[in-house]
């Protein structure tokens, strides 16, 4: 019922820029957190950054400095510009949202994620 979709991923040289988008569809009453995550084989999955409802925003120590989190709350969509890329940042990067939504008559918060896009870093 509710999807996230992910685009922007892709091959790019050290040094080189690529912007994630992930927009959110389906029943959403509202978004309380967008973020990205990264899973790099053998590594845990990690938080990247992520944005609340207010504006707030919050990164990984790796990144800040280089990747900038923003959204547009009008589409429900979070992008995420990368860069100064370096290759310790290859892996899969997924969008996350928790959001709230009216199920029945009753208001939940859920936890969904997108199918994740791989950033690959290399010469």
């Known amino acids: 019922q509710v999807q996230l979709v992910e685009s922007g991923g892709g091959l790019v040289q050290p040094g080189g820029s690529l912007r994630l988008s992930c927009a959110a569809s389906?029943?959403?009453?509202?978004?309380?957190?967008m973020g990205w995550y990264r899973q790099a084989p053998g590594k845990q999955r990690e938080l990247v950054a992520a944005?609340?409802?207010?504006?707030?925003?919050e990164y990984a120590d790796s990144v800040k400095g280089r990747f900038t989190i923003s959204r547009d709350a009008a589409e429900n969509t979070v992008y995420l510009q990368m860069n100064s890329l370096k290759p310790e940042d290859t892996a899969v990067y997924y969008c996350n949202a928790d959001l709230a939504r009216v199920v029945g008559t009753r208001r939940k918060n859920y936890n969904y994620w997108g199918q994740g896009t791989q950033v690959t870093v290399s010469s």
């Open positions: 944005i609340r409802s207010g504006g707030s925003t």
């Open positions: 389906g029943n959403i009453a509202s978004i309380n957190i």
